[in-house]
């Protein structure tokens, strides 16, 4: 049997975690639109999270 689907363990998310220790309220289409609105200076991270366990990549 074959699937045709994509595999979840392979599915992750692009989110900002800021300084405060809390995900940005809002999603990003890809890592440079989160890295372009992440303030890095202020302690901001772009993290890339697995859909499967919700874990950093």
Same mark, same amino acid.
């Given at each position: 049997?074959? =699937?045709?689907?994509?595999?979840? !363990?392979?599915? #992750?998310?692009t989110?900002?975690?800021? *300084?405060n220790?809390? /995900?940005?309220?809002? #999603?990003?289409?890809? !890592? *440079?639109e989160?890295? *372009?609105?992440? !303030?890095?200076?202020?302690?901001?991270?772009? /993290?890339? !999270?697995?859909?499967?366990? =919700?874990?950093?990549?």
């Amino acid at each position: 049997m074959t =699937s045709t689907g994509t595999d979840p !363990r392979e599915q #992750t998310e692009t989110v900002v975690r800021m *300084a405060n220790g809390r /995900l940005a309220p809002r #999603t990003f289409a890809d !890592r *440079a639109e989160a890295e *372009a609105w992440a !303030r890095p200076e202020e302690g901001d991270e772009v /993290l890339e !999270r697995n859909f499967v366990c =919700s874990c950093d990549a």
